[in-house]
């Protein structure tokens, strides 16, 4: 399929448009200097141009904290931007896969979250993202949320890059470990979003629109992320100090995050027939190519 990819200098974006040949599609992946995710005829104009068959958001303003004091900002991109992309998808018949995350729930309990639960977002990242949901599917036509988590990739901003940063420049790492999740290379989501989108785009599909969760397994605190990362880093001989175990009330940030954000993947799996992947498997390339680049 020929795919549109908002947001296309982000670690989703990227890995997408890295992953389309691999997965049998055409990607143009739009950066946010080639295409304003929150401009209508900007994409109207880059949807006939490239006759795209798909539209895929993977732009956000994802800086969690910032957020709390830029709410308006947040809001233009996360909840608005997602109802006017669904609407025009289905003004043109194209399917819409947008982005989303486990901030929309508060992250109580210890039971993965299903699709069914209630959504009750602690942070202005969470209430925006959930607001985007919700009008992206009131817009209609074929639309498909996608939920994850704690995302990482060889490229970008996230933990693994900040944990080896760090471990580079401090004897020791406190790290947070009361709240557990799910780590999810942006390579395996950009091939759940390729496995989705034919049969999003295929009106026969009744089941393959709605809300769907993807995360990879096994779930763990940061601090046993933290672990895994360094344990990666010091076979390429990076400096690796111990990890202190420390709780979310001795790391105190302006955005609140769920302690639970283990999200139940059963939905995703039944639908596309494909198991959420292990991110130990994903980590390796990432932390090598992380390493690398800090390198270079
Ligand atoms: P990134 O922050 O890496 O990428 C987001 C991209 O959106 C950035 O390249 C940013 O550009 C771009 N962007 C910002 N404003 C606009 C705009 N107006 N128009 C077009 N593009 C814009 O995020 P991820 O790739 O990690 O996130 C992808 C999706 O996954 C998002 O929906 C996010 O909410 C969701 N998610 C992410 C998680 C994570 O841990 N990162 C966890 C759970 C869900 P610029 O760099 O120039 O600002």
């Not at 549109?4 to 049998?24: N, Y």
Request: proline content about 7%.
């Amino acid at each position: 399929m020929r795919v549109l990819v908002l947001g296309g200098g982000g670690q989703v974006g990227r890995a997408l448009d890295a992953r389309a040949g691999a997965m049998g599609h055409d990607v143009y992946a739009f950066p946010r200097d080639g295409l304003d995710a929150t401009d209508e005829a900007m994409l109207r104009a880059a949807l006939e141009t490239t006759g795209a068959q798909a539209l895929v958001n993977a732009a956000a303003y994802t800086a969690v904290d910032r957020a709390e004091s830029e709410p308006e900002a947040a809001h233009a991109l996360n909840a608005d931007a997602p109802g006017m992309h669904a609407r025009v998808a289905a003004d043109l018949g194209l399917a819409y896969l947008h982005v989303s995350t486990d901030y929309v729930f508060a992250g109580d309990g210890r039971v993965p979250h299903k699709e069914s639960d209630p959504c009750a977002p602690r942070s202005v990242y969470g209430s925006t993202k959930r607001a985007g949901e919700v009008a992206a599917w009131r817009a209609g036509g074929r639309v498909a949320i996608l939920r994850t988590s704690w995302v990482f990739a060889p490229w970008g901003n996230n933990f693994v890059r900040t944990m080896l940063r760090l471990a580079a420049a401090r004897p020791e790492l406190r790290v947070v470990d009361d709240q557990r999740g799910g780590p999810t290379s942006a390579l395996d989501i950009a091939d759940a979003i390729f496995r989705m989108l034919p049969k999003l785009a295929d009106p026969a599909e009744a089941e393959a629109t709605g809300l769907f969760h993807f995360q990879g397994r096994p779930a763990v605190t940061w601090a046993a992320f933290a672990d895994a990362i360094l344990d990666e880093g010091a076979k390429h001989g990076h400096p690796r100090p111990p990890v202190v175990r420390i709780a979310t009330v001795d790391y105190p940030t302006p955005a609140v995050r769920p302690a639970n954000s283990v999200l139940d993947c059963a939905r995703y799996a039944r639908v596309f027939d494909a198991a959420p992947p292990d991110w130990r498997l994903a980590l390796p390339g990432a932390v090598a190519a992380l390493l690398g680049e800090s390198k270079a």
